[in-house]
T-cell receptor
Framework: AQTVTQSQPEMSVQEAETVTLSCTYD???????LFWYKQPPSRQMILVIR??????QNATENRFSVNFQKAAKSFSLKISDSQLGDAAMYFC??????????FGKGTTLSVSS | GAVVSQHPSWVICKSGTSVKIECRSL??????MFWYRQFPKQSLMLMAT???????TYEQGVEKDKFLINHASLTLSTLTVTSAHPEDSSFYIC????WGLGNTEAFFGQGTRLTVV
């Protein structure tokens, strides 16, 4: 069975600084998708960034970028120029085509001014 | 992006009663929807996969007689918590995928906070 592991329950960063959230996963499949979701206090799930496994290029969305290491089964999220609004719980997620998302346990990110 | 609406946002019910939660895809058709449960400060755990016009597929350990799922149309799936007990208190979230967008992003409802007293 596929699993997703986030080893950092909590992280903190100062405004304008950069922080990296870690995620590893386990799968025997070659074709899959990886995601980072943000869950603010409202608890609405917000997609931050996604990566298709067949793409070698790391995905980037404005201040958010990933370091996708397929062989190592690693998928970390880098947040640059951190803002107070980035404070939230972040979930790494995996899925194959047609299946449900499998989530890691989450990392709570706090941002201080 | 596509919108998924979940209702109600929060509900309080008495032990022994049933509660229905609705999940609607407002601007797309969703042949498949997913129901998750989330305890405070924990991850989302998949409860079941809801398929339009057929029986839902439940994850191991989820009581299908307690958590009834109906997906009668391409835009609506419902989760009914039957004979609710305090331990059923949790945050329930639905998700749907717009297959027309190439089977990539999943869209989430805003969630339902259920409190059983």
């Amino acid at each position: 069975a596929q699993t997703v592991t986030q080893s950092q329950p909590e992280m903190s960063v100062q405004e304008a600084e950069t922080v990296t959230l870690s995620c590893t996963y386990d799968t025997s499949e070659s074709d899959y998708y990886l995601f980072w979701y943000k869950q603010p206090p409202s608890r609405q799930m917000i997609l931050v960034i996604r990566q298709e496994a067949y793409k070698q290029q790391n995905a980037t969305e404005n201040r958010f970028s990933v370091n996708f290491q397929k062989a190592a089964k690693s998928f970390s999220l880098k947040i640059s120029d951190s803002q107070l609004g980035d404070a939230a719980m972040y979930f790494c997620a995996y899925r194959q085509a047609g299946t449900a998302l499998i989530f890691g346990k989450g990392t709570t990110l706090s941002v201080s001014s | 992006g596509a919108v998924v609406s979940q209702h109600p946002s929060w509900v309080i019910c008495k032990s022994g009663t049933s509660v229905k939660i609705e999940c609607r895809s407002l601007d797309f058709q969703a042949t498949t929807m997913f129901w998750y449960r989330q305890f405070p400060k924990q991850s989302l755990m998949l409860m079941a996969t809801s398929n339009e016009g057929s029986k839902a597929t439940y994850e191991q350990g989820v009581e299908k007689d307690k958590f009834l799922i109906n997906h009668a149309s391409l835009t609506l799936s419902t989760l009914t918590v039957t004979s609710a007990h305090p331990e059923d208190s949790s945050f329930y979230i639905c998700s749907a995928r717009d297959w027309g967008l190439g089977n990539t992003e999943a869209f989430f409802g805003q969630g339902t906070r259920l409190t059983v007293v």
